[in-house]
């Protein structure tokens, strides 16, 4: 009887080399479709956001452009001829005929509100950031 | 067979240097455009793919000098119509059902008819339509609607100071007045978008864009010019012509302390409201208080009086004997009402403006000197106020061989000599300025994107002395204030003041007419002078200035001076913390 002598195939050197090279196979697989799904997300954020600039840019422009508009409307409001018109239409009043001088002492009162770009040069806001700090500080010294 | 392998061999040899050659050829040429000259090329790729547009920078707002806007910008919109989309009548007439309300049109037919008068290319329905209404159609789905944004110039006060302020064009370039002297500052800088375009140029609906330089919006330019007296003197000016029946006329309101020009108005006068370019008449464009000579008169006997007393050759009570008539060099100058008056003083002489005492003091004075004080009072040369077609005036001087002594004569009463209403003031202003002569100026501050620059009042120099100007101012007082019924005169403020009255009065189109030219200069409060007025109003009848000009100063005076919050005396005021 001849007994047939067949060595085993060694089922861990199968695995042991075979399997890893799977491993890293389904691992290089998985970090391509990872980096492709990141890319695409983020092209797809960039595209959204870029969106989202475009729409804030196109609002700014809207409100900046609705500024203006209420910029002219204090203008138009606060002009002489409206000021005339409603004097004479809604107050009824009429030019003065006889003309009276009161002297008071009191201060000059404020000047009407107007949009910041148009303040005058000498209003308090504008003028105390004006000048260098040595100015300032001697204005702070009584009596100088 | 060897032979015939070797001419293949050959053969194949030959092809495949032609190839190779070609090859690095090709290789060569791609390394040339690719490494060597790669700007180039990227450029022409980039302007063939990438057109340009330019974007207008926001123009800047004209302020007066207290900041309210004369002239400022506001966004708008131009509606144009894709013709060809109109050449469907039913698709026209539901979006003409549409805009033509939005933008003015009464009938929408008319727009319709209007539109398909041809079918190609845009045709511009409105330009500059409110913003408000312009985004209504913006957001509109309306067949060959095109809307395209833009700005568009807003008057806040109407038609104040028209010519001062000028216009712009369409393209926003300023064309007249400070709109156009002070272009660059108010026009700012345009700026850059590329857009991707196709292969005939047209803009790519979701192509890339880039802004490649932003535009710098344009600086805002502070007058020294008051909205409250500008509009003040307007409507005088409208009241005078419709009042007296003047052909026109100007008015100058000036701070004498500093030459800052608080009103300037002329009639007649374009109203920016009506703006028409077309208007033969551009004359109307011109601020004619700053470009248009006219001869003084009599209010130039203030200077001549001064130029004496500065000399030290007579005081306000020196006499001459007037005999109604002075001769010289052949000619004979009589007084304006050919009166005779006897002894008469220099007060006198300008209570009454009388010509023949002129004639004795500039004979006194000299021609060297008088023409000397002529020229530093800016007789003769521009007052360099920064606005554009200011002429130099008209003096002939002794060294013009056509000189004569009758020019001496005539010019110490203010003729023969041609001068601006601006020169005028701004010479008499010395007055009221302790003998200084200011520079006048009309912008006080400009702000830029470079930063704010001031302008602050220049003194150009003394001409006379401190002493001198208050003895002028005194007798000029006495002038409104010693004669009785001088219509000048206001309760409350010791005015001084000068008539004048001369022959030809110049129209807006450049004809003289044989006319008056009535003026009138006084200041106010005399102990210290808070404002300056010339009233000049041309006339095609005999005027005098004393008669229409004068009264025009006691109108507006008495509110300018309490505007300003110069009190009156304790005569009128009513109760009394003064």
């Given at each position: 009887?001849?007994?047939?002598?067949?060595?085993?195939?060694p089922?861990?050197r199968t695995?042991?080399?075979?399997?890893?090279a799977?491993?890293?196979?389904v691992?290089?697989?998985s970090l391509?479709v990872a980096?492709a799904v990141?890319k695409?997300?983020q092209f797809?954020?960039?595209t959204s956001?870029?969106?989202e600039i475009?729409a804030?840019t196109?609002?700014?422009?809207?409100?900046?452009?609705?500024?203006h508009e209420?910029?002219?409307e204090?203008?138009r409001?606060s002009?002489?001829?409206?000021?005339d018109i409603?004097?004479?239409t809604?107050l009824?009043m009429?030019?003065?005929?006889r003309k009276?001088?009161?002297?008071i002492?009191?201060p000059?009162?404020?000047?009407?509100?107007l949009?910041t770009r148009f303040l005058?040069p000498d209003h308090?806001?504008?003028?105390l950031?004006?000048?260098?700090?040595w100015?300032?500080l001697l204005?702070?010294?009584p009596f100088? | 067979?060897?032979g015939?392998?070797?001419?293949?061999?050959?053969?194949?040899?030959?092809l495949?240097?032609?190839?190779l050659l070609g090859?690095?050829g090709?290789?060569?040429?791609?390394?040339?455009?690719?490494?060597?000259d790669?700007?180039h090329y990227?450029?022409?790729?980039?302007?063939e793919?990438?057109?340009?547009?330019?974007?207008?920078a926001?123009?800047?707002?004209i302020?007066?000098?207290?900041?309210?806007?004369l002239?400022?910008?506001?966004?708008?919109y131009?509606?144009f119509?894709?013709r060809p989309?109109?050449q469907?009548?039913?698709?026209?007439?539901k979006?003409a059902a549409?805009i033509?309300p939005?933008?003015g049109?009464?009938?929408p037919?008319?727009?319709?008819?209007e539109v398909?008068?041809?079918?190609?290319?845009?045709y511009?329905a409105y330009?500059?339509?409110?913003?408000?209404k312009?985004?209504l159609?913006?957001?509109?789905?309306a067949?060959?609607?095109?809307?395209?944004q833009?700005?568009k110039?807003?008057y806040?006060?109407g038609?104040?100071?028209?010519?001062?302020?000028?216009?712009v064009?369409?393209?926003h370039?300023g064309?007249?007045g400070?709109?156009?002297?002070?272009?660059?500052?108010?026009g700012g800088?345009?700026?850059t978008?590329?857009?991707?375009?196709?292969?005939?140029?047209?803009?790519?609906a979701?192509?890339?864009?880039?802004?490649g330089q932003?535009?710098?919006?344009?600086?805002?330019?502070?007058?020294?010019?008051d909205?409250?007296?500008?509009?003040?003197v307007?409507?005088e000016?409208?009241?005078?012509?419709?009042r007296?029946?003047a052909?026109?006329?100007?008015i100058?309101?000036?701070?004498?302390k500093?030459?800052?020009v608080l009103?300037?108005?002329?009639?007649p006068?374009f109203?920016?409201?009506?703006?028409?370019?077309?208007d033969?008449n551009?004359?109307?464009?011109?601020n004619?208080?700053?470009?248009d000579v006219y001869e003084?008169?009599?209010?130039f006997?203030?200077?001549?009086?001064?130029?004496?007393?500065?000399l030290?050759?007579?005081?306000?009570?020196?006499?001459y004997?007037?005999t109604?008539?002075?001769?010289?060099?052949?000619?004979?100058?009589?007084?304006w009402?050919y009166?005779?008056?006897?002894?008469?003083?220099?007060?006198q002489?300008?209570q009454?403006?009388?010509?023949?005492?002129?004639?004795?003091?500039?004979?006194l004075?000299?021609?060297?000197?008088?023409y000397?004080?002529?020229?530093?009072?800016?007789?003769?040369e521009?007052t360099?106020?920064?606005l554009?077609?200011?002429?130099?005036?008209l003096?002939?001087?002794?060294?013009?061989p056509?000189?004569?002594?009758?020019d001496l004569?005539t010019?110490a009463?203010?003729?023969g000599?041609?001068?601006?209403?601006?020169?005028?003031?701004?010479?008499?202003?010395?007055m009221?300025?302790?003998?200084?002569?200011?520079?006048p100026y009309?912008v006080q501050?400009?702000?830029t994107?470079?930063?704010k620059?001031?302008?602050?009042?220049?003194?150009?120099r003394?001409v006379v002395?401190?002493q001198?100007?208050?003895?002028?101012a005194?007798?000029?007082?006495r002038?409104?204030?010693?004669?009785?019924?001088n219509?000048a005169?206001?309760k409350?403020?010791h005015?001084?003041?000068?008539?004048?009255?001369?022959?030809g009065a110049t129209?807006?189109d450049?004809?003289?007419?044989?006319g008056?030219v009535?003026?009138f200069?006084?200041?106010a409060p005399?102990?210290?002078?808070?404002?300056?007025?010339?009233?000049?109003?041309d006339?095609?009848?005999?005027?005098l200035?004393?008669q229409?000009?004068?009264?025009?100063?006691?109108?507006i005076?008495?509110?300018?001076?309490?505007?300003?919050?110069v009190?009156?005396d304790?005569?009128?005021l009513?109760?009394g913390d003064?």
């Amino acid at each position: 009887m001849v007994a047939l002598h067949r060595p085993a195939l060694p089922a861990s050197r199968t695995f042991a080399t075979q399997w890893p090279a799977r491993l890293l196979l389904v691992a290089a697989i998985s970090l391509l479709v990872a980096i492709a799904v990141l890319k695409v997300n983020q092209f797809s954020r960039a595209t959204s956001t870029s969106y989202e600039i475009n729409a804030l840019t196109a609002q700014r422009a809207d409100k900046l452009a609705q500024n203006h508009e209420l910029e002219a409307e204090v203008a138009r409001l606060s002009s002489l001829a409206r000021v005339d018109i409603e004097a004479r239409t809604r107050l009824r009043m009429e030019p003065a005929t006889r003309k009276l001088y009161i002297g008071i002492n009191q201060p000059v009162p404020d000047r009407q509100s107007l949009p910041t770009r148009f303040l005058p040069p000498d209003h308090p806001k504008a003028a105390l950031s004006e000048g260098p700090l040595w100015k300032h500080l001697l204005d702070v010294i009584p009596f100088f | 067979m060897f032979g015939h392998r070797g001419r293949m061999h050959t053969r194949l040899l030959t092809l495949a240097a032609v190839f190779l050659l070609g090859g690095a050829g090709v290789t060569a040429r791609v390394a040339y455009v690719q490494l060597a000259d790669t700007a180039h090329y990227k450029a022409e790729a980039h302007d063939e793919h990438f057109g340009q547009q330019e974007i207008r920078a926001a123009r800047g707002a004209i302020l007066d000098r207290n900041g309210y806007p004369l002239a400022t910008t506001v966004d708008a919109y131009d509606i144009f119509i894709n013709r060809p989309d109109w050449q469907n009548l039913d698709d026209a007439r539901k979006a003409a059902a549409f805009i033509a309300p939005l933008i003015g049109v009464q009938q929408p037919e008319d727009l319709v008819d209007e539109v398909r008068k041809d079918d190609k290319g845009l045709y511009l329905a409105y330009a500059g339509l409110d913003f408000n209404k312009g985004d209504l159609l913006h957001d509109a789905d309306a067949p060959g609607l095109r809307v395209v944004q833009t700005t568009k110039r807003f008057y806040p006060e109407g038609d104040l100071a028209s010519p001062l302020l000028g216009f712009v064009g369409r393209d926003h370039v300023g064309l007249t007045g400070i709109e156009k002297d002070f272009d660059t500052e108010l026009g700012g800088t345009p700026g850059t978008v590329y857009f991707e375009r196709d292969s005939i140029g047209n803009r790519l609906a979701l192509g890339a864009e880039r802004v490649g330089q932003k535009p710098e919006p344009g600086g805002d330019i502070r007058l020294t010019i008051d909205r409250y007296i500008q509009r003040l003197v307007e409507g005088e000016m409208q009241t005078q012509v419709v009042r007296t029946g003047a052909l026109g006329g100007s008015i100058i309101v000036m701070d004498p302390k500093t030459g800052a020009v608080l009103a300037m108005t002329s009639s007649p006068e374009f109203k920016l409201s009506e703006l028409n370019l077309n208007d033969p008449n551009q004359a109307l464009f011109r601020n004619r208080a700053v470009t248009d000579v006219y001869e003084p008169g009599s209010v130039f006997k203030t200077l001549t009086a001064s130029m004496a007393v500065d000399l030290g050759l007579v005081t306000p009570e020196s006499t001459y004997n007037d005999t109604g008539a002075a001769y010289v060099g052949g000619a004979t100058i009589r007084n304006w009402d050919y009166s005779t008056n006897g002894t008469t003083s220099v007060t006198q002489l300008l209570q009454r403006s009388l010509n023949t005492g002129a004639v004795w003091l500039s004979g006194l004075i000299g021609k060297d000197q008088f023409y000397s004080y002529l020229q530093k009072f800016g007789i003769g040369e521009a007052t360099h106020v920064g606005l554009g077609g200011e002429p130099d005036g008209l003096l002939r001087t002794p060294d013009n061989p056509a000189w004569t002594d009758v020019d001496l004569a005539t010019n110490a009463f203010g003729q023969g000599v041609g001068a601006t209403p601006l020169q005028v003031i701004t010479a008499i202003s010395a007055m009221a300025n302790g003998g200084k002569l200011m520079r006048p100026y009309v912008v006080q501050q400009m702000d830029t994107p470079e930063g704010k620059r001031d302008f602050s009042p220049v003194v150009v120099r003394q001409v006379v002395s401190e002493q001198t100007a208050a003895t002028v101012a005194d007798m000029m007082n006495r002038v409104v204030e010693g004669v009785a019924g001088n219509l000048a005169a206001i309760k409350g403020y010791h005015v001084a003041g000068k008539t004048g009255t001369t022959t030809g009065a110049t129209l807006a189109d450049g004809t003289v007419h044989n006319g008056n030219v009535a003026s009138f200069i006084g200041f106010a409060p005399l102990d210290d002078p808070k404002m300056i007025v010339l009233i000049k109003l041309d006339f095609r009848e005999d005027k005098l200035g004393g008669q229409v000009s004068a009264p025009v100063f006691k109108d507006i005076a008495p509110s300018i001076l309490a505007y300003l919050g110069v009190r009156p005396d304790g005569s009128q005021l009513v109760t009394g913390d003064h």
